[in-house]
């Protein structure tokens, strides 16, 4: 069974700093993706970054990377120059055509980001 | 930007009653899903839709619970009997179809449901 293990419960950053949030995965399959969605005290489920498996090319959207090791099986997520309204959990999730449409989650990682 | 809403935000009920809640997907999505979050636990796969069927669900989807896509709209999760195990935040996600299942999925505002 596939399963995603995020194994920082909790991080802290300075505003403007980088921060990097783990992730690995576990799974037999070749072709699958993985994605890193954001969630505020609101609790809304927010898309941050979406990686195919089969993209040797790490995914960036604006101040936001993955670092994806295929081999290693590790998607981490990259923030540069943190802001106040990153402070959120973040969730990495794995999903492949195998899983008909089941999204696996982590457990989270609650970012604060300090002034 | 197109996005999926849910209603109601927050449902308070009584054990052992039924509850419908209820969200309206993306209009040019095909895939819907469900999902939940116990406070403070992460967020679990409930069931996926697709073509007017269930195309996948969890062990947690029992005979309790059942989906619906009444009209061309909306989408709904029916939980006949509620228990106070029930308790939590419910989302609904849509996407698009043309990878089967492993699309994007966006996620509604959610419904926070509590049985007492």
């Known amino acids: 069974a596939q399963t995603v293990t995020q194994s920082q419960p909790e991080m802290s950053v300075q505003e403007a700093e980088t921060v990097t949030l783990s992730c690995t995965y576990d799974?037999?399959?070749?072709?699958?993706?993985l994605f890193w969605y954001k969630q505020p005290p609101s609790r809304q489920m927010i898309l941050v970054i979406r990686q195919e498996a089969y993209k040797q090319q790490n995914a960036t959207e604006n101040r936001f990377s993955v670092n994806f090791q295929k081999a290693a099986k590790s998607f981490s997520l990259k923030i540069s120059d943190s802001q106040l309204g990153d402070t959120a959990m973040y969730f990495c999730?794995?999903?492949?055509?195998?899983?008909?449409?089941?999204?696996?989650f982590g457990q989270g990682t609650e970012l604060s980001v300090k002034p | 930007e197109p996005e999926v809403t849910q209603t109601p935000s927050h449902q308070v009920t009584q054990m052992g009653q039924e509850v419908i809640l209820r969200c309206v997907p993306i209009s040019n999505h095909l895939y819907f899903y469900w999902y939940r979050q116990i406070l403070g636990q992460k967020v679990e796969f409930l069931v996926s839709f697709y073509n007017n069927e269930i195309s996948e669900k969890s062990e947690i989807f029992d005979d309790q619970f059942s989906v619906e896509r009444p009209d061309g709209s909306n989408f709904t999760l029916k939980i006949r009997s509620t228990k106070l195990e029930d308790s939590a935040m419910y989302f609904c996600a849509s996407s698009e179809a043309i990878l089967r299942g492993a699309d994007t999925q966006y996620f509604g505002p959610g419904t926070r449901l509590t049985v007492l």
């Open positions: 799974t037999s399959e070749s072709n699958y993706y």
């Open positions: 999730a794995f999903t492949s055509y195998n899983q008909g449409g089941k999204l696996i």
